[in-house]
């Protein structure tokens, strides 16, 4: 009898046992299972971008409006993001490594202005080149240029050049950030009124 009541117990443990390694075993998978789910999940902060916002097609786009006398609308050109290169690559990346952004003001209804928001490792005179070319603008249809008053800082280089009576003004200048690493400012101002300080048309 002894024997009999000792086996059942034997065989109790034994289930016990067993039902504890199992459960110990499931809670291990789900805990490895949540532990590699948020690899499989993107950064929610990952920048997206595409060549439809490439530089040159956009001064184009403003350009074919400035033109025709169309008045340009902020609501419809206003524009902060990343803007790319033929090739569909940002135009620069920020001192964080991050691609760097650009904005696009329209100031008024014949003025805009397109500038890099943030220090980085920009190259202007090789931006400068490619828009000038994408639009077939060479050193012909370069302008004299005269600092005045407006933009009288030495700092600033600045070249203007006559798009077919719309006005590209390439502004640079050096910028600092707080950590202390420079990097070059460009502004393209586009008009289609010739900027105070051109002169006459520069001989080639």
Known sequence: MQAHVMKKILIAVFCLSTAALLCGTMSSCRKAEKAATPLSIPQKDAEFFHA???????????????????PLDSAEYDFEGILTDGQGSPLYTDVQGAPGLWE???????NVMIRNVYLGDLLPLDLQNYILQSLRIGEGERLDFTAH???????TEIVVYDCKGVYLRFEVRAGIAPNGLEGPLLSIIMSSDPPAGVETRKDV
């Open 104 to 110: 696009i003001d329209v100031l008024d209804k014949s």
């Open 52 to 70: 439809d916002n490439d530089i040159a097609m956009t001064v184009r786009s403003l350009a074919d409006a400035l033109q025709v006398g169309e």
């Open 149 to 155: 008053d407006a933009v009288s800082d030495d700092e």
